[in-house]
């Protein structure tokens, strides 16, 4: 059993916790842009662009994170593409977060009174203006308070990438368990890591949330 005084394993969980962090950025950043060209077609006239949307956040909302992260890292090689747990951990969130940032947005978008698309097209502009010019940054501004609490899930949802192999928050602290076998206070300091990750964005969205509604009235 190896020796590990409360400062050496909270100053280890601390520096684990910065992939937690950068995987989190990627997932989110990655997963907004693709949210984005996704909106696009899930609010386009085209029907064939909205089924393909619509398939694709059931396929990602309708099957467990960890499962998805198995495919990617074990299923991958199986057709000749070697990936590493990075690779694997940063695809499969990207891919997640899109499937419900893209949910959040659409719900943002038809939140916009439907009045509003009417006097858009009262004045000849076409659905790309309309959504331009008044549909989207109404949206926007429903979209905030949503889009910061989602964050929140994707961090806590980095810990299952531990489970093949990526090593952040989660991993280290079994790592170092399995070494000075103190279990208690070793994933009571990861809980209270992720809590301070997680806290700060959870008051944030209620704040927005609240100014919002204030907005409203």
Known sequence: MIEFTLWDIARNLVFAARWTVLLSLIAFVGGGVAGLVLLAMRVSPVAWLRRVVVLYVELFQGTPLLMQLFLTFFGL?????????????????????????????????????????AAGASLGMTHG??????????????????????????????????????????????????????????????????????????????????????AQR
Do not use: H
């Open 129 to 214: 203006q309309q959504l331009r010019y008044i549909v989207w940054p109404q949206a926007l501004k429903i979209a905030v308070a949503p889009t910061v609490g989602f964050l929140v899930q994707v961090v806590k949802s980095t810990a299952l990438t531990s489970i093949i192999g990526f090593v952040e928050l989660t991993k280290t602290g079994t790592m170092i368990t399995n070494a000075a076998f103190r279990p208690f206070p070793i994933y009571g300091m990861v809980a209270l890591i992720y809590f301070a990750m997680c806290f700060p964005l959870t008051w944030l969205a209620r704040s927005l949330e609240r100014r919002q509604r204030v």
């Open 77 to 117: 090689p199986l057709v000749g593409i070697d990936v590493s747990p990075w690779f694997a951990a940063t695809v499969t969130l990207t891919l997640y977060t899109s499937a419900y940032l893209v949910d959040i947005w659409r719900g943002c978008v038809e939140a916009v009174p439907r009045g509003q698309w």
